[in-house]
């Protein structure tokens, strides 16, 4: 989760990111924070780098706030946008791009409390992950970038987004066993699984993958594989 915190007073940024700190601590947040002094700082950086939670100070010199954030609505329409300022006279303009909430300074440590509150509740769960151990070190993965894993030469092939590749020697019951029971995974056989969310359809037989990939499926489990997908495809059209 990526955060940013602008404001053009040094101090006031500082002291907002040593709070939000303690939050990040308090809500176990995979989480990094950025400070920009200006509006057209740090819109220059969120046009290469998306932010989930952006603070904003209206009262700026150069772009003000609400200008920065009509600036930021022009391209990412999702993030969540807190305004903090010493007045809330700008709430119709901060209607108008999306703002989630106003911190009217000076905020106290529960208005920042209830603000996490409301926000864990908005933020999508965060991505499981795994650590790998391959030669020279970890690679940690996590299960949304897993596109399939095979097991031979004993040793798991993990294929993953990026045309990435990652080897490791293990056996294929401890490397299934990492994933849990994430609904996402499926055993296509004794030594080959997929994440339903690269598969594009299924013949019978096999599963094609988006990248065309063709990964078999045990001929006793076909019927489970079509239900399973089925199902999961359903589940996501639905959320």
Request: net charge neutral.
């Amino acid at each position: 989760m990526r955060i940013a915190i602008v404001d053009d007073i040094e101090s006031e940024r500082k002291e907002l990111h040593k709070k939000v700190s303690i939050m990040i601590l308090r809500y176990s947040l995979n989480a990094q924070i950025f400070e920009y002094k200006s509006g057209k700082e740090f819109l220059d950086e969120a046009q290469c780098e998306c932010f989930e939670l952006v603070f904003l100070d209206i009262y700026m010199n150069g772009l003000n706030g609400i200008e920065t954030a009509a600036k930021l609505r022009t391209f990412d329409k999702k993030c969540l946008l807190v305004f903090t300022t010493t007045s809330t006279d700008h709430a119709l303009e901060g209607f108008r791009v999306r703002a989630f909430h106003y911190l009217v300074k000076p905020y106290s440590d529960d208005e920042l409390n209830g603000l996490f509150e409301e926000i864990m509740q908005r933020l999508p769960a965060p991505d499981k992950y795994l650590d790998v151990h391959v030669v020279g070190g970890t690679v940690r993965l996590r299960f949304s970038e897993i596109i399939y894993a095979e097991h031979f030469q004993h040793r798991i092939h993990i294929y993953s987004t990026n045309d990435k590749t990652t080897i490791t020697r293990q056996t294929f019951s401890e490397f299934t066993a990492k994933l849990g029971k994430d609904e996402r995974f499926f055993l296509c056989s004794r030594g080959v699984i997929i994440n339903l969310e690269y598969a594009d359809d299924f013949d019978g037989t096999a599963f094609i993958l988006k990248n065309g990939d063709k990964i078999s499926v045990s001929r006793d489990i076909a019927k489970s594989a079509r239900l399973t997908f089925g199902d999961f495809l359903f589940k996501r059209g639905h959320k």
